[in-house]
Nanobody, 122 residues
């Protein structure tokens, strides 16, 4: 059983900062890419940022220069530092991870966390 557990969401004023964290636990061998996605009410889930096992990052244009993704491979965690938050950043943020495990020597499995609410409002 594999779990991704997010933490760090909440209510913040425009211009403020929040840090999201996600920890992977359970029976797996290694983690390939990890990332954060978000879904606002009435909208599709969208990519926010991803990071490979080697540390290469990718960001949505809307968050470039404001958000920073990082990971700790030893702790199986991924973080999202969000600065200069805007009301349009309001959404449920989901952690995602692509894992290698005992289920297959070839294929990985993709997992999602339960989501954490981020609300940017004055």
């Amino acid at each position: 059983q594999v779990q991704l557990v997010e933490s760090g969401g909440g209510l913040v004023q425009p211009g403020g900062s929040l840090r999201l964290s996600c920890a992977a636990s359970g029976s797996f061998f290694s983690i390939n890419a990890m990332g954060w996605y978000r879904q606002a009410p009435g909208k599709q889930r969208e990519l926010v940022a991803t990071i490979t096992s080697g540390g290469s990052t990718n960001y949505a244009d809307s968050v470039k220069g404001r958000f920073s993704i990082s990971r700790d491979n030893a702790k199986n965690t991924v973080n999202l530092q969000m600065n200069s938050l805007k009301p349009e950043d309001t959404a449920v943020y989901y952690c995602n991870a692509d894992l290698r495990g005992p289920w297959s020597a070839i294929t990985s499995r993709n997992y999602w966390g339960q989501g954490t609410q981020v609300t940017v409002s004055s």
